[in-house]
């Protein structure tokens, strides 16, 4: 007998790939998984069917949004205006100028404060129509489209939010139910409805057009919205951008659902963006023009009282004129009385201006000394101007400036100097005022006591024309005054400017995005599958192929039998012609390398675990090796687990277990069975002991006596890694051949395979490949440890290590039981 290390062993090593032709992979992992993708196909096809299903539902029923923009020019400060000079003011100042008046403005154009303004004035916005499908799974916004127009007289105690739905019935009346509320009722268009809180009417938007359209669902919905929470969706939103780095010129950008009302929400919001600059701008000029109104409103009741006095005194007293020294009085008093007006009015400036920095005003929106004329201190001038300026800048840059920043604090610190400047200079001046105002009082009561010689209708004359005068020349001034700053207001403007104005027609698409779609869908479609079946892969613990098995034992693989898909367990007799037949005389003709032909053959057949198919081997290559003329013996040594009788259709009565019990004779247990040249000799009865009963000298003996009478003897043994029984009978064959199912067969359990190989003293050993499978890499659907039956109603079992080897548990006993 030749063992493993012979050279006709050694010639079938190097011939061998010839006989695995069907899980043959020596090329590298790459061919591997080409041929794992392509033989589930059809993976690939339910996902690639599954991803274009979901893309065409989002881009046949999501929402369409779209993008719409407009650009606006914001002034440069670095070559001049606000920021170009706040260095000179204050150290570090510099930061703002350019880029980060940019930012500032960036901020303004994003401040809730301007986008509620906005939302406020937009009060078509107050309102939000939405269509419905006549499935009801399609809503479209509806901005100035929806057949009919929500009146209301003010949003207050509306209840915001709630949707109101709306069925239109007819023409004339509409079915109107309320989201949470048990309501639902019929209304007239045109009726005002007050009912849970709200208080609208419903009218047609368009009369020309039927409110009522029988073709479509007539079904929509609306609910109200608060401005400061439009104000927060929509800053949240709004994208500004400027075109380049370094660019002044600006992008603002927004996406919703109505390319309309998205456009009209930008136009709005650069209108009053450009407008509340200017207003910034105009802030001084408008608080002088305060100013110089109140003045004027309390001159203009004294001049109207000088007048009505003048007039009823001539006409009273029929006097012409006056005289030469009371004319010289009366020019004398006009021109003190003057003197004094005007130190009045700077009086009441100055106590304004104290009033402003003791009450820490940070408006910035302070009244010039330049209103007073030209007596006023310059450095007092210089620094309201400064302080003015400061404070606007101030408030300019909080929008995007931390209060902590240096230059922030040294701006801040700057102002309150400023401020500390001013309250000196205007106490200072205050009391020198008092000083004046005293001296030209004297001066006006020198003149008085000059008056009172001259006649008392003269001299009543006299205060009356002085009162008239003096009123009328500061009524004067003040008109002058007022019109100077009208002139300045009239003349300012925005130094921001809108380029591009907002246009729904060029308006872009963002979602959904039908071709990104469809390409992500194709996409996932291949790579989800992909990497799917790679994951399982490299979770899987099966052997699959036959680089599995060589990278763990250097046991020789002797063949490789196909998946049987035929209704009967032995196809070599009943198929003698299919590939599954040929497998195993593939197997067989292999043998003729590891046994001898000169004298009888014991090869004993066994696995690692249940389930593996060495029954099925050992029945099948019986077969087939009786078919060459040779006498052949099948032994059922599987005592645990018989099942060859069941095969063959033969009695077990009696069988090895009765013969190693001395029960049986030889001739009593080997039976004839229909396939020539094929014996058998079957497990028999279970026995309590099959170990105990396989060691016995009567297995010898047994075995002896075949050998005399037959060509080959196949012993069907229990699987190794379970009991010890194939360990004990392989010390009597010429080879021990190992059954490995493809794709359930553990690639652990052949490291047992391999110590057996390296720690025992078997003659001779081999592998052979069950249940290769062509119809997919994984078999049916890439399930593992599916239970794989030949199509006859047979399973191997797929429960490792003793329990399913040993029988099923019964549901309601517990104990175990056989097929038997």
């Not at 107050?126 to 901005?143: A, P």
């Not at 929400?265 to 701008?281: R, T």
Request: proline content about 4%; hydrophobic content about 40%; glycine content about 6%.
């Amino acid at each position: 007998m030749r063992q493993s290390g012979d050279k006709p062993i050694d010639r079938y090593m190097e011939n061998q790939e010839k006989y695995s032709p069907v899980i043959e992979n020596e090329a590298i992992d790459f061919h591997r998984f080409l041929s794992l993708f392509l033989s589930n196909w059809y993976w690939f096809a339910a996902a690639m069917f599954i991803a274009v299903t979901i893309a065409y539902g989002i881009n046949r029923y999501a929402e369409e949004i779209y993008t719409v923009q407009s650009s606006i020019l914001i002034k440069d400060d670095q070559a001049g205006g606000g920021f170009a000079e706040i260095d000179k003011i204050i150290p570090g100042g510099d930061i703002f100028r350019s880029s980060k008046n940019l930012e500032n403005e960036i901020g303004i154009l994003r401040s809730f404060s301007l986008n509620t303004r906005v939302m406020q004035e937009l009060k078509e916005f107050h309102v939000v129509y939405t269509g419905v499908g006549r499935r009801g799974i399609v809503e479209s916004r509806l901005y100035k489209s929806c057949p009919f127009i929500v009146m209301y007289d003010t949003l207050q105690g509306q209840p915001m939010g709630l949707r109101v739905w709306i069925r239109i019935i007819s023409s004339e009346k509409f079915l109107m139910s309320i989201e949470e509320k048990d309501y639902e009722q019929e209304h007239l268009f045109g009726e005002e409805v007050q009912v849970y809180g709200f208080r609208f009417t419903l009218v047609p938007r368009d009369t020309s057009i039927a409110v009522y359209n029988p073709g479509e669902s007539n079904k929509f919905y609306f609910y109200f919205i608060s401005p400061y929470v439009l104000a927060n969706q929509y800053r949240s939103k709004l994208s500004v951008q400027p075109i380049k780095e370094d660019a002044t010129l600006v992008t603002l950008a927004v996406s919703g659902p109505a390319p309309v009302q998205e456009a009209e929400y930008l136009n709005k919001l650069m209108e009053l963006y450009n407008l509340q600059g200017l207003e910034y701008k105009n802030e001084t000029a408008r608080k002088t023009i305060e100013f110089i109104d109140e003045q004027l409103g309390l001159i203009s009741d004294s001049l109207y009282n000088a007048e009505n006095s003048m007039e009823n005194f001539r006409l009273e007293n029929r006097f012409v004129d006056l005289t030469v020294e009371g004319t010289m009085a009366l020019q004398r008093l006009e021109k003190y009385e003057n003197e004094k007006a005007e130190l009045g009015l700077q009086m009441q400036y100055y106590q304004y201006l104290l009033r402003y920095v003791e009450t820490q005003n940070e408006s910035g929106s302070i009244v010039s000394p330049g209103v007073l004329g030209s007596n006023v201190d310059p450095v007092l001038v210089r620094l309201v101007d400064d302080l003015g300026q400061l404070q606007l800048q101030r408030k300019q840059v909080e929008f995007t400036v931390k209060d902590d920043v240096p230059a922030v604090r040294l701006m801040d610190e700057r102002i309150n100097q400023i401020r500390a400047s001013i309250k000196d200079n205007v106490v200072n001046s205050i009391a020198q005022l008092r000083i004046s105002i005293s001296n030209v009082e004297e001066r006006v009561n020198g003149v008085n006591r000059q008056m009172g010689k001259l006649p008392g209708t003269e001299r009543r004359l006299i205060q009356i024309q002085r009162t008239f005068d003096l009123n009328n020349t500061v009524y004067t001034f003040l008109l002058e005054k007022r019109a100077e700053a009208a002139i300045a207001r009239a003349s300012e403007v925005s130094d921001n400017r809108t380029i591009d104005t907002a246009v729904p027609f060029n308006a872009i698409k963002i979602k959904p995005r039908t071709r990104k779609n469809y390409m992500l869908a194709f996409i996932l479609g291949l790579v989800a599958p992909a990497v799917a079946i790679v994951i399982i892969d490299l979770m899987n613990n099966k052997v699959i192929d036959r680089k599995d098995i060589e990278r763990v034992t250097g046991i020789p693989i002797v063949g490789y039998i196909s998946h049987s898909s035929y209704n009967t367990e032995l196809p070599v007799v009943a198929k003698p012609g299919s590939t599954l037949a040929e497998s195993f005389r593939s197997i067989r003709t292999s043998l003729r390398y590891f046994i001898s032909e000169d004298a009888p053959s014991v090869i004993a057949i066994s696995s690692t675990v249940s389930g593996e198919g060495k029954t099925f081997v050992a029945t099948n290559l019986a077969s087939i090796i009786s078919m060459l003329g040779k006498k052949t013996l099948l032994i059922g040594l599987d005592l645990r687990k018989p099942r060859i009788h069941k095969i063959l259709g033969l009695e077990n009565t009696s069988g090895m277990s009765t013969y190693l019990s001395g029960v049986s004779s030889f001739d009593e247990v080997v039976k004839k069975t229909e396939i020539e040249n094929l014996w058998y000799a079957p497990s028999g009865p279970v026995p309590p002991n099959p170990a105990e009963l396989i060691e016995r000298r009567a297995m010898s003996t047994f075995l002896e006596e075949a050998k005399t009478k037959f060509d080959f003897i196949i012993l069907d043994t229990p699987p190794i890694a379970i009991v010890t029984d194939a360990l004990l009978l392989s010390v009597h064959a010429d080879i021990m051949l190992f059954v490995v199912r493809q794709r359930y067969s553990s690639r652990s359990t052949l490291t047992l395979i391999e110590d057996i190989r390296r720690n025992s003293d078997m003659k001779g050993m081999g592998i052979i490949v069950n249940d290769i499978s062509m119809s997919g890499y994984y078999g049916y659907g890439l399930r593992y440890g599916y239970t794989m039956g030949y199509s006859y109603g047979y399973s191997y079992g797929y429960n490792y290590y003793g329990q399913a080897y040993y029988g099923r548990r019964k549901e309601s006993s517990g104990e175990y039981y056989t097929d038997d």
